[in-house]
């Protein structure tokens, strides 16, 4: 067996990634590893820092070969995951970080294994999600064992922004955070993810700037679903506010747009309302579209999901929800010209 440092170029990385002393470090749901690797075999070692007052734990889920493997937990106390008893040939694997930064920071540090060379697979597009809970799969693993506890109901694996990319082959960053919305959050007012976004973990407490610095062919902005929401019932919340909605969504988009110039912009409405919330959002989306400069506006797609149930846990969408919105999102994605993954 041999060891390989998450710093050799063997490695592929996806996500929001930070190099701190040869450990990469991330915060965000869906990011991911791969390579190849030869022999019967497989160690990966991690590092761990939970989330200050929250879970001691987080799950990465390892693909292998294709084939969902199984989800494996990280913390303190275990922070290596074992492959073992495998055919005596070369395979594909794929680590993935299943929470977001609430979970705490996922930090890989190396494989040991038989041999170790770079991911043949290649990816045919690049997407940049930005969304909150209903990105990061939040409550959808209805079929798993469930003791109350968000961990073990949520999953970046199965929401829309993983089926998605998936179909296309494409290779995919996620900044969404739960209970974050345009202006105001579900339960606070701050911090917004307008300025999480450049951070390197988001809206994990240790702040560290970094340049976005990734060309993505789409970018889908999945918001507003916090805003529109009633919050806490604990909190003060005034009335939604169509003004500041606009106003700061615009800028989010143009932040968006100033990084990734070429890139399709989408704008999805929330399926979670089948209110007066629903028709508002489109028509607001409709407006923030109209409102953007030309050469922002003619490469500015908007994407109407129908109303949905949520058959997840915390009225969230459930695992035939996060299908349906894929689906709705890859349509619109072919319709655009992008050309699905050829499968077999």
């Known amino acids: 067996m041999q060891t390989y440092l998450a710093q050799d170029d063997v490695f592929s990385y996806c996500g929001r990634f930070f190099n701190d002393q040869g450990i990469f470090w991330s915060a965000a749901a869906a990011s991911r590893i791969r390579f190849r690797f030869k022999g019967t075999d497989l160690n990966i070692k991690s590092h761990f820092i939970p989330f200050p007052s ?16 199984g989800r494996f937990l990280l913390s303190a106390d275990q922070k290596e995951i074992y492959l073992h008893h495998l055919t005596k040939t070369w395979h ?33 597009y690049r997407f940049w999600f930005v969304g909150d809970s ?42 969404a955070i739960s209970g974050f ?13 307008l300025d999480c976004l450049d951070h390197v973990f988001l809206n994990f407490p240790q702040e560290i700037k970094q340049e976005q610095n990734e060309i993505f062919d789409a970018v889908i902005v999945a918001l507003g679903t916090n805003d529109l929401s009633s919050g806490d019932h604990e909190n003060p919340r005034l009335p939604f506010d169509e003004a500041m909605f606009k106003n700061y969504y615009l800028r989010i988009i143009d932040k968006l747009s100033l990084r990734q110039p070429q890139a399709h912009i989408i704008l999805m409405n929330s399926p979670v309302y089948g209110d007066d919330r629903y ?43 996060q299908q349906i919105i894929a689906h709705c999102l890859t349509e619109l994605l072919l319709d655009l010209g992008f050309k699905k993954a050829c499968k077999g």
């Open 279 to 321: 028709g508002l959002l489109i028509r607001l989306l409709e407006e923030i579209k109209a409102a953007l400069p030309l050469a922002f506006r003619k490469r500015t797609h908007l994407l109407s999901l129908p109303h949905l149930p949520l058959l997840g846990y915390w009225q969230h969408p459930g695992l035939g929800e």
């Open 54 to 69: 929250r879970e001691n734990y987080q799950y990465l889920r390892v693909i292998l070969d294709g084939i969902d493997y």
């Open 181 to 193: 919305g345009v202006y105001r959050n579900w339960n606070t007012d701050s911090p917004l993810l």
């Open 134 to 175: 209903l990105s990061n799969g939040w409550g959808s693993m209805v079929n798993e064992p469930y003791d109350g506890n968000w961990l073990e109901a949520s999953s970046a694996s199965v929401a829309f922004p993983a089926l998605c990319a998936s179909s296309f082959s494409a290779d995919f960053q996620l900044d």
């Open 92 to 124: 594909e694997v794929e680590i993935i970080k299943e929470q977001e930064a609430k979970a705490g920071l996922w930090g890989f540090v190396s494989v040991e294994a038989e041999a170790v060379l770079k991911s043949q697979l290649r990816a045919s």
